[in-house]
């Protein structure tokens, strides 16, 4: 079975620009959530999304969005980036939610 | 929002040591996981353990939820035990809540 496949591994961006990452979860599951990491922050939560529809979403501002589509692949995006934009964004699937989370390997995101 | 505590920040052990990492968090939780993330940045999930004890080769955790802390066990080190190992608590709808890891570094 596919792990968690994250596009693109690596993006550069400069500030003002927007950014779109997709993720595609584990087959048969149900449950992506995002999560944003950062040397100063550590890991934090963006958002999680389960059957197209956002269950809650963490402490970021509104510039930070989702989405969830019917195979349940999921995209991320961030508009007007910041310089503090940069960070390994990591999305992780699960069954249903509150299981075992399964990671990808991330997106590095440089805003310069 | 919940409290997760992770000790020690860092660890130097000489390949073949063992080790115990610690994770405390300030309210109950249903549940509790392990991450290794290895240099790469790849998070692996070695346990989901809200309760009681599990074992994986070397490696075993146990969870004490009454009191509020895990314990991550890794015997016999590798190098390729080297990275940070991650305790979450929480889950689901509201997303897992991350202590700040444990750096570990294993020596040949």
């Known amino acids: 079975k596919a792990g968690v496949t994250q596009t693109p591994r690596y993006l550069i961006k400069t500030r003002g620009q927007q950014v779109t990452l997709s993720c595609s979860p584990i087959s048969g599951h149900r449950s992506v959530s995002w999560y944003q990491q950062t040397p100063g922050q550590g890991l934090q939560f963006l958002f999680e999304?389960?059957?197209?529809?956002?269950?809650n979403k963490g402490n970021f501002p509104g510039r930070f969005s989702g989405r969830q589509f019917s195979n349940s692949r999921s995209e991320m995006n961030v508009s007007t980036l910041e310089l503090g934009d940069s960070a390994l964004y990591l999305c992780?699937?699960?069954?249903?939610?509150?299981?075992?989370?399964?990671f990808g390997s991330g997106t590095q995101l440089s805003v310069l | 929002g919940i409290q997760v505590e992770q000790s020690p920040p860092d660890l130097i052990l000489q390949e073949g040591a063992n080790s115990t990492l610690r994770c405390n968090f300030s309210?109950?939780?249903?549940?509790l996981q392990w991450f290794h993330q290895n240099p790469w940045g790849q998070l692996i999930n070695l346990f989901y353990i809200p309760s009681g004890t599990k074992q994986n080769g070397r490696l075993s955790a146990t969870t004490v939820a009454t009191e509020r802390y895990s314990l991550l066990y890794i015997s016999s080190s590798q190098t390729t035990d080297s990275g940070v190992y991650f305790c979450a608590v929480g889950g689901g709808a509201d997303g897992l809540t991350f202590g700040k890891g444990t750096h570990l570094i294993i020596q040949p």
């Open positions: 309210d109950s939780v249903n549940n």
């Open positions: 999304y389960f059957s197209e529809t956002q269950r």
């Open positions: 992780a699937s699960s069954l249903m939610g509150a299981e075992k989370l399964f």
